[in-house]
Antibody, heavy 118, light 111 residues
Framework: EVQLVESGGGLIQPGESLRLSCAVSGFTVSNNYMTWVRQAPGKGLEWVSVIFSDGRTNNADSVKGRFIISRDNSKNTLYLQMNSLRAEDTAVYYC????????????WGQGTLVSVSS | DIVMTQTPLSSPVTLGQPASISCRSSQSLVSSDGNTYLSWLQQRPGQPPRLLIYKISNRFSGVPDRFSGSGAGTDFTLKISRVEAEDVGVYYCMQATRSWAFGQGTKVEIK
């Protein structure tokens, strides 16, 4: 069974940094695509970042230059380093697996809330 | 960038009756490999999203057969043949042909 457990969210001031973690079981992070999707309070889903099986990464324009996705293969864990945070980054951040053959995000974590406010 | 537009944004439905959600993309979702990477997700209140349908019409593991997907090119539809109480939530289409993008969501509620 695939399980994804996010951690690291919290209340943070604008301009500061935060690192989210996603511990994965039942699925090998290094062999697959992993992604972060966020959802602002009462809003829809927004794709944020992806790391491909070969280590390449890509980010949405809204976070480009500020967020960095990475993984630790030995810990089977995904990360999202978020720098220069803004109020509009306030959201629940979901870690998820992406099945490249099916072209769909198939397994999701429960999410972790990031609140950016002074 | 591809923009995904869903209609309606809200769909009040009677239990046991069908429901239909439309999703339109601003560009064709046919990939260079011939596949169309259009999926549908369900988000129940207070829950993370859950994959229902991938590549237009393939049901994901464990998804009831009352859910079906159809369409091609730029126009896609999710149908629920007989709505049950547990189907209440927000439904999203998502394209993965060029980067990733979600529709704005359609709220399904019981009349």
């Amino acid at each position: 069974e695939v399980q994804l457990v996010e951690s690291g969210g919290g209340l943070i001031q604008p301009g500061e940094s935060l690192r989210l973690s996603c511990a994965v079981s039942g699925f090998t992070v290094s062999n697959n695509y992993m992604t972060w999707v966020r959802q602002a309070p009462g809003k829809g889903l927004e794709w944020v970042s992806v790391i491909f099986s070969d280590g390449r990464t890509n980010n949405a324009d809204s976070v480009k230059g500020r967020f960095i996705i990475s993984r630790d293969n030995s810990k089977n864990t995904l990360y999202l380093q978020m720098n220069s945070l803004r109020a509009e980054d306030t959201a629940v951040y979901y870690c998820a697996t992406y099945d490249s053959s099916g072209g769909a995000i198939d397994y999701w974590g429960q999410g972790t809330l990031v609140s950016v406010s002074s | 960038d591809i923009v995904m537009t869903q209609t309606p944004l809200s769909s009040p439905v009677t239990l046991g009756q069908p429901a239909s959600i439309s999703c339109r993309s601003s560009q064709s979702l046919v990939s260079s490999d011939g596949n169309t990477y259009l999926s549908w997700l369900q988000q129940r209140p207070g829950q993370p999203p859950r994959l229902l349908i991938y590549k237009i019409s393939n049901r994901f593991s464990g998804v009831p057969d009352r859910f079906s997907g159809s369409g091609a090119g730029t126009d896609f539809t999710l149908k629920i043949s007989r709505v049950e109480a547990e189907d209440v939530g927000v439904y999203y289409c998502m394209q993965a042909t060029r980067s990733w993008a979600f529709g704005q969501g359609t709220k399904v509620e019981i009349k």
